[in-house]
């Protein structure tokens, strides 16, 4: 069964960073894209950022467009996503996600989803 399992989500301070890594394990990790998706509370799951399997194209919501990084060590099977400038909006549970297929960023195109982890940014 295919894994995926979030980790470096906290408490941070308005226009500080966090860097969430997700660990991928039992399946060909750097054979697929992968995504990152979160959820705010009482909000609907938001697409945040993709990364092609090799890493050499990477794409963005308007929302994070800037301050956010997406990143893989395909050698590790590991998954980050660089965030910095956090505002109180970003918070949410950050999943990572497998995508479907090549160049498929929907959330209906997800097979995989982690289990998320809390980022809460708060004064």
């Known amino acids: 069964e295919v894994q995926l399992v979030e980790s470096g989500g906290g408490l941070v301070q308005p226009g500080g960073s966090l860097r969430l890594s997700c660990a991928a394990s039992?399946?060909?990790?750097?054979?697929?894209?992968m995504n990152w998706v979160r959820q705010a509370p009482g909000k609907g799951p938001e697409w945040v950022s993709a990364?092609?399997?090799?890493?050499?194209?990477?794409y963005y919501a308007d929302s994070v467009l800037g301050r956010f990084t997406i990143s893989r060590d395909n050698a590790k099977n590991l998954l980050f996503l660089q965030m910095s400038s956090l505002k109180p909006e970003d918070t949410a549970v950050y999943y990572c996600?497998?995508?479907?297929?090549?160049?498929?960023?929907?959330?209906?195109?997800?097979?995989?989803w982690g289990q998320g982890t809390q980022v809460t940014v708060s004064s």
């Open positions: 039992r399946f060909t990790f750097g054979s697929y894209d």
């Open positions: 990364i092609n399997v090799d890493g050499s194209s990477t």
């Open positions: 996600a497998r995508s479907l297929e090549r160049r498929a960023y929907d959330l209906g195109e997800f097979d995989y």
